[in-house]
């Protein structure tokens, strides 16, 4: 049983491009994430769902654009590919108690290469 | 100001030996503290969670926090090397945001 699974695995596009990646979690959690990992591999938060309530946004091009269908779904939709998004995307999911968020599990990530 | 620092070794210990992680952070309203291993090419897995000053045992593992000194660290006790991966500090936030340290490249040689 996958936890937290993410689809595709590997995306290989041109710049200029538009492309999504999908997270699924079956831990029945409230919250899930979207890291980006870079060749220097620095794990740095891109967005969090809360319940499908976005309530963390970083610093983030307006080209990526989340969305959570429901609290066990949440895609990261990018839009005209540049050179720099390619890294690695992580999704996470965590079940935040009492304020206090717990353990974040993490799914397989989607390697991203932009040509 | 980084928030989260961690030494990027790489760290080399003999097979057997103790190998000590540090890690300090900045913000002294964090409550949350987490210790991930990842393998090359794959995903960060959780090896420990402290919320509480003091040592948390599990295994070999040892996780150290002091708040006082805004300082967490973990031992690894009799390293294999299997163990050899970089690991990964994060601090709980406010607004439950999740910061990662940079990492430490630990190498078990046998």
């Known amino acids: 049983d996958t936890a937290v699974s993410q689809t595709p695995k590997y995306l290989v596009t041109q710049m200029g491009n538009d492309k999504s990646i999908k997270c699924e979690q079956n831990?029945?959690?409230?919250?899930m994430y979207w890291y980006k990992q870079d060749s220097k591999k620095f794990l740095k938060i891109m967005f969090s769902?809360?319940?499908?309530?976005?309530?963390i946004n970083e610093t983030v091009p307006n080209r990526f654009s989340p969305k959570s269908p429901d609290k066990a779904h949440l895609n990261l939709h990018i839009n005209s590919l540049e050179l720099g998004d390619s890294a690695v995307y992580f999704c996470?999911?965590?079940?935040?108690?009492?304020?206090?968020?717990?353990?974040?599990?993490f799914g397989p990530g989607t390697r991203l290469t932009v040509l | 100001q980084k928030e989260v620092e961690q030494n990027s070794g790489p760290l080399s210990v003999p097979e057997g030996a103790i190998a000590s992680l540090n890690c300090t952070y900045s913000?002294?309203?964090?409550?949350?503290f987490f210790w991930y291993r990842q393998y090359s090419g794959k995903s960060p897995e959780l090896i420990m969670s402290?919320?509480?000053?003091g040592d948390k045992e599990d295994g070999r593992f040892t996780a150290q926090l002091n708040k006082a000194s805004q300082y967490v660290s973990l031992l690894i006790r009799d390293s294999q090397p299997s163990d050899s991966a970089t690991y990964l500090c994060?601090?709980?936030?406010?607004?439950?945001?999740?910061?990662f340290g940079a990492g430490t490249i630990l190498r078990v040689k046998s």
């Open positions: 913000d002294r309203v964090s409550q949350s």
């Open positions: 831990l029945g959690h409230d919250t």
């Open positions: 769902y809360n319940n499908k309530e976005l309530i």
């Open positions: 402290i919320y509480s000053n």
């Open positions: 994060a601090v709980n936030w406010i607004g439950n945001k999740l910061v």
């Open positions: 996470a999911s965590s079940q935040v108690s009492s304020g206090r968020t717990d353990t974040q599990y």
